[in-house]
């Protein structure tokens, strides 16, 4: 079965912010501005995401 995926992207720094945002960012696989990522739609990436929605922007396709 294929898996969903997502794409995001990261709209602004982590500079500033508590570490564990700054680690989710890494575990998303985003270490600076504008980089995307797509990754598989499943409830641990989402939980990621909502982590740092405010960091992240989800892109559609």
């Given amino acids: ?3 969903d995926k ?3 992207r990261q709209i ?3 500079i500033g912010r508590q570490a564990d945002q700054r680690q989710t960012l890494i ?3 985003l270490n600076k501005l ?7 739609d ?5 939980g990621m995401i909502n982590k ?3 960091l992240v922007k989800l ?3």
Avoid: D, Y
């Fill in 52 to 54: 740092v929605k405010h």
């Fill in 6 to 8: 997502i794409t995001i």
């Fill in 59 to 61: 892109i559609e396709k």
């Fill in 34 to 40: 504008n980089r995307t990522k797509e990754l598989e």
């Fill in 27 to 29: 575990g998303l696989g």
């Fill in 42 to 46: 499943t409830p641990a990436i989402r």
């Fill in 1 to 3: 079965m294929k898996k």
């Fill in 12 to 14: 602004q720094s982590p």
